[in-house]
């Protein structure tokens, strides 16, 4: 019997709706009518009890643009752009502002001061923003801004500046070190490449200022001393981790072993701890023990986690992709827990078992992570039932985290916030579940209009510190949101944001920090943080690109999100490097 192909039957709809059909009416014919055929109708019929019954699954919750409650003249959104053409040009237009605005005031200072003019050194006396821009001007086809900083980054020689004698271990790799390799994997520039060689080489010794190899807070550049009392310091678990990515893919560019043996005996230490429950304290000692008894995915832990998976994602490593999805697990189950009113969806800090009911802006990077893991790991590692949590995790944290913005009179995130609690996340789930109220929205899902009151009770927290430091994680998960899911909801909330940053935070020279979000902004603050470049405008800018000009397949993003390019270890790198074929 010939094989009719698809292609003979035309392009017409009709003829193949035709064809389609015969196919269908004879094969149910034979199927169930024709005695001769092997697979019986009641052979068949019997196979069908055996499957398990299959609950569909809870709707996706519906979308409707919040209404904004105005009081007085509190902040309320325009409408999106017809075009997120437009929306684009308008976050490159504002990181023109910024750059140009730092470039005139503040080089070579580390950071503009928005609002007088000038600068200030923070981090070494570099100019860590000239650092911290450059990808972005890569990515927004800025090449005439891009090649002025590479002539300027050419000179540097990473020596001390006066006002800083000691450069800070971790920002110094997150920030300049990621924005160097960062531009150079975009570029191909040569010098980005030597440039961050030389950083790198120059930072090594911070691994010799531990007992245990980990790195000490900070190094002297020009003979490698580390950092006072970086022996007796406790050491911050996201700040000694969070050399991964950076330094395995300079290995990688270089061939050099030390900086991958260095940065892996440090995984080494973190594995053979091998907490029960997955969670690692957030302060250790310097001889590689944990110390406090504070768990928290917030400040002084955050991208320790991040890197788990992104370890994976970048180079493949099977090991931090197992330790991922232990702390993911168990992130989830103990600590996401949901607010009795509005059944907000957080995630807190512990101290013992106690939860602390805070809720950082920093942990606002947790819903984006989820959503990657979920959408990247293998369905053998995260079954879809697993995976199901992870997603509506990641759903119910970034909302929360876009109410403590859309909440608030400025229209922009306060830093802190104490929650009403009601228990743990999961243990709602699995009464939810055990109802089997299978139709409705899971807890943690429903998506609360935005409420201008300022009191506790209404808003089921309380903001204990009011400042929006112009900080990127909010709208980081909006963007990998977006691109996991395809929902514009995610880029309607960036966009309002955007307007508030443009509304209240924007100075003559640049933009700073809102000391108060839910007060009528005076005046904003005199800093204009490095990350606001790097990453919150960047963010923005790809949130809003039909491009996608750094795919998600392709890229990862350092904690600064710097986008380094995936890779694999050839066998002569594992072998160089004593890289076991399972890592
Ligand atoms: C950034 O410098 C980095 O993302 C870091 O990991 C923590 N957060 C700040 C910005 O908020």
Redesign the pocket.
């Known amino acids: 019997m010939g094989v009719v192909h698809w292609n003979y039957l035309g392009h017409r709809p009709r003829s193949r709706w035709i064809f389609t059909l015969c196919i269908f009416v004879v094969s149910s014919w034979v199927l169930f009518f024709s005695p001769s055929i092997l697979v019986t109708r009641s052979d068949f019929l019997s196979i069908l009890p055996a499957l398990p019954p299959r609950p569909l699954p809870p709707p996706i919750p519906a979308y409707h643009r919040p209404t904004f409650e105005s009081v007085g003249e509190s902040f309320v959104p325009d409408p999106p752009p017809v075009k997120w053409e437009d929306a684009k040009k308008q976050v490159r237009d504002a990181f023109k502002f910024a750059w140009d605005g730092y470039l005139k005031e503040a080089h070579p200072f580390d950071e503009l001061r928005a609002i007088h003019g000038g600068g200030n050194n923070k981090f070494n006396g570099w100019g860590v923003t000239l650092y911290d821009s450059l990808d972005t001007m890569w990515i927004m086809d800025l090449k005439d801004e891009f090649h002025h900083a590479l002539q300027l980054i050419s000179k540097q020689e990473f020596l001390p500046s006066t006002a800083w004698t000691f450069a800070p271990f971790f920002e110094t790799v997150?920030?300049y070190l990621g924005g160097l390799l960062s531009a150079y994997a975009l570029s191909g520039e040569q010098i980005l490449l030597y440039q961050a060689d030389q950083l790198g080489t120059k930072l090594l010794p911070a691994f010799n200022g531990t007992k245990s190899g980990f790195p000490a807070y900070s190094v002297q550049m020009e003979n490698g001393k580390t950092g006072p009392n970086s022996i007796y310091r406790m050491m911050v678990f996201?700040e000694a981790t969070?050399c991964q990515l950076e330094y395995k893919y300079l290995a990688k560019l270089t061939g050099r072993k030390e900086y991958y043996e260095k940065v892996e005996r440090v995984m080494d230490i973190v594995y053979e701890t091998k907490p029960k429950d997955g969670l690692f304290a957030d302060k250790w000692t310097s001889d590689g023990r944990e110390f406090s008894n504070h768990y928290t995915i917030g400040a002084s832990a955050?991208?320790g986690y991040e890197y788990f998976l992104k370890q994976w994602l970048l180079m493949g490593d099977i090991k931090a992709r197992g330790q991922y999805l232990i702390s993911a697990d168990n992130i989830i189950e103990n600590l996401l827990r949901v607010t009795p009113e509005r059944e907000l969806l957080y995630v807190t800090s512990q101290v013992k078992a106690d939860p602390t009911y805070t809720f950082e802006h920093?942990a606002c990077?947790l819903p984006g992570l989820l959503a990657l893991g979920a959408h990247t790991l293998p369905i053998s590692l995260l079954p879809p039932e697993k995976a199901e949590y992870h997603k509506w995790a990641a759903e119910g944290l970034a909302y929360t985290c876009y109410l403590t913005y859309a909440d608030s009179w400025s229209g922009l995130g306060p830093d802190s916030v104490k929650m009403n609690d009601a228990g743990r996340w999961m243990d709602h789930v699995r009464a939810w579940e055990k109802n089997k109220k299978l139709r409705t929205i899971p807890p943690g899902l429903k998506e609360r209009s935005p409420l201008r009151k300022t009191d506790r009770n209404a808003r089921d927290y309380l903001v204990t510190q009011p400042t929006y430091?112009l900080?990127?994680?909010a709208i980081e998960s909006f963007f990998i949101l977006y691109k996991t899911t395809g929902n514009v909801k995610w880029r309607e909330r960036g966009w309002e944001i955007f307007q508030a940053i443009q509304k209240y935070a924007k100075t003559k020279h640049g933009y700073g920090s809102i000391s108060n979000v839910n007060l009528p902004p005076h005046f904003p603050l005199d800093n204009m943080p490095s990350?606001f470049l790097a990453?919150t405008l960047k963010y923005l800018y790809l949130l809003f690109d039909d491009t996608d000009i750094i795919p998600l397949d392709k890229w990862v993003f350092n904690?600064?999100?710097h986008p380094l390019p995936m890779f694999e270890w050839t066998p002569e790198e594992r072998e160089r490097f004593g890289i076991p074929s399972e890592l």
């Open positions: 997150i920030r996201a969070s955050d991208s920093l990077f430091y900080r990127p994680e990350f990453e904690t600064e999100a």
